[in-house]
C-alpha cells in the first residue's frame, strides 16, 4: 500500500510551542478494507472525527505544525497503544488482563464502530494487525514525537493539543438536567497530562469564542494525553473533543449549514491556542 502514514503541514517557521495533531480525521479507507467491511461506506465513517482536519487547518498561520492522520480509525486507531490488541478480533493475539478499550471492541485495531456495529465478519491474522501498526501507527507516532521534541528544544515546553470531535449523544448521560450543554471536552486525564495553567488557558480560548466547556468527563484522554503529557517535564498534551452537530450532519457524514462560520470562530481559537506557547517578549531594562 503506497498511502501516506501521515501529512504534516509544517509553519513557514514554528514560533510557538504548541503541536496541533489529528489522529482520527483520515477518510482514507483502503478499497480492501471496505470491501471486507460488513458496516456501508456511511457506517464505517461514523467513527472519524471527519472535518476536524479542516476545523484546525489555519494553525500552520500562526506558527504551528498541524500533523494528520494517513490512515482512518476504523482501520488502526493512534489514540491506543501499539499492543492494545484485540483477542476476540485478531487471531493469535494474546490476552493482557482487563482493558475496557479492548473488551469494548476499540483497541488498536478496532473490532466495531459507533454503535457497536461489528466491522468484520471472523478474525484477521496477528500479521495483519502488525502490518497495519508498521506501516500507519508507527510513523504517525514517530513524526508526533518529533514535532514534541522539537518544540521543546526550541522553546523549553511542548503543548500538544490533540484534536478531536464527539458524537452529539455522547454527552446526554453526562449532562445533568438544567445544565448547559459542553460544546468542547477537555481532557487532561485530570490533571496528570497537562499543568493547570495550560489547561486553564487552553479552555479560556474557547471560552472566548462563546463556547461551553466541560473538563474530563466524558472524555479525560486516552493513550496520546497519556504518552506525551508530562508536565513536570514541561510537555503538556490536552484532548480536546468538540460536538459535531456544531459544524456537520451525523447522519450524512457531511459540512452543516453552520460549517462556515464555526470554521471562522475556530480561526479566532487556533489563534490564541498558537498564542498559549509563545514566547512572551521582554522590555528592554530602562537605564539607571
Not at 84 to 110: F, Q, T
Not at 202 to 215: D, N, T, Y
Request: hydrophobic fraction near 45%.
Amino acid at each position: 500500500m503506497s498511502q501516506a502514514a501521515y501529512h504534516l503541514h509544517a509553519p513557514l517557521r514554528r514560533e510557538t510551542s504548541v503541536v496541533f495533531a489529528s489522529p482520527h480525521s483520515s477518510c482514507a479507507y483502503p478499497a480492501t478494507f471496505l470491501e471486507r467491511a460488513l458496516p456501508d461506506a456511511l457506517a464505517i465513517r461514523s467513527s472519524e472525527d471527519a472535518f476536524v482536519d479542516r476545523l484546525f487547518e489555519t494553525a500552520p498561520l500562526h506558527g504551528a505544525p498541524l500533523l494528520l492522520a494517513g490512515a482512518p480509525r476504523a482501520y488502526v486507531d493512534l489514540n491506543r497503544s501499539a499492543d492494545e490488541l484485540d483477542p476476540a478480533l485478531i487471531e493469535g493475539a494474546r490476552h493482557h488482563g482487563h482493558n475496557p478499550r479492548i473488551a469494548s471492541g476499540l483497541g488498536v485495531i478496532p473490532r466495531v464502530v459507533a454503535g457497536g456495529r461489528a466491522i468484520y465478519d471472523g478474525k484477521i491474522g496477528v500479521a495483519e494487525a502488525r502490518k497495519r501498526i508498521d506501516l500507519f501507527w508507527r510513523p504517525y507516532h514517530a513524526a508526533l514525537a518529533a514535532e514534541m521534541n522539537a518544540a521543546h528544544r526550541a522553546f523549553g515546553n511542548a503543548i500538544l493539543i490533540d484534536c478531536h470531535s464527539m458524537p452529539h449523544e455522547a454527552l446526554d448521560c453526562s449532562v445533568r438536567s438544567g445544565a448547559r450543554r459542553p460544546d468542547v471536552v477537555l481532557g487532561d486525564r485530570f490533571g496528570a497530562s497537562a499543568s493547570r495553567e495550560v489547561t486553564e488557558k487552553i479552555e479560556a480560548a474557547f471560552l472566548r469564542a462563546g463556547l461551553s466547556v466541560a473538563r474530563n468527563t466524558p472524555f479525560a484522554g486516552a493513550y496520546i494525553a497519556q504518552a506525551y503529557g508530562r508536565p513536570p517535564r514541561g510537555r503538556h498534551a490536552v484532548q480536546v473533543e468538540i460536538d459535531r452537530a456544531l459544524y456537520m450532519d451525523e447522519r450524512t457524514v457531511t459540512p452543516s449549514a453552520d460549517f462556515d462560520a464555526f470554521h471562522t470562530l475556530m480561526k479566532g481559537v487556533i489563534a490564541e491556542l498558537a498564542e498559549i506557547g509563545r514566547p512572551v517578549s521582554r522590555m528592554p531594562l530602562a537605564a539607571e
